[in-house]
């Protein structure tokens, strides 16, 4: 399994920007789908992008279709999540996940996941 750092939050203002990255390591990296969840305190977890083994395609949750992308470099073992025109609803735990595959992935039954990363969005 690999194991997941991410790095990247931080407090901003609505509308600006942020790009979350979740370095990789262990093995194999670009054998595994890679995705990005989010928490906000009281809610459940919630699906936000995944990108396939070699970042030629993308999924999103609609609420950040459009505004969020999600990217992978495999000779850097890093995914990345830039999020431009945040909002306050943005506002959570980001967190990196990798599975070796893609419905697993994004149904939130993930072989690695990371500690997360803070995102705050003030209006």
């Known amino acids: 399994q690999v194991q997941l750092v991410e790095s990247g939050g931080g407090s901003v203002q609505a509308g600006d920007s942020l790009r979350l990255s979740c370095a990789a390591s262990?093995?194999?990296?670009?054998?595994?789908?890679m995705g990005w969840f989010r928490q906000a305190p009281g809610k459940e977890r919630e699906f936000v992008a995944a990108i396939g083994r070699s970042g030629d395609y993308g999924y999103y949750a609609d609420s950040v279709k459009g505004r969020f992308t999600i990217s992978r470099d495999n000779a850097k073992y890093t995914v990345y999540l830039q999020m431009n025109s945040l909002k306050p609803e943005d506002t959570a735990v980001y967190y990196c996940?990798?599975?070796?595959?893609?419905?697993?992935?994004?149904?939130?039954?993930?072989?690695?996941r990371g500690q997360g990363t803070q995102v705050t969005v003030s209006s």
């Open positions: 996940a990798a599975d070796w595959n893609l419905g697993p992935l994004r149904a939130g039954n993930f072989a690695s």
């Open positions: 262990g093995r194999a990296f670009s054998s595994y789908f």
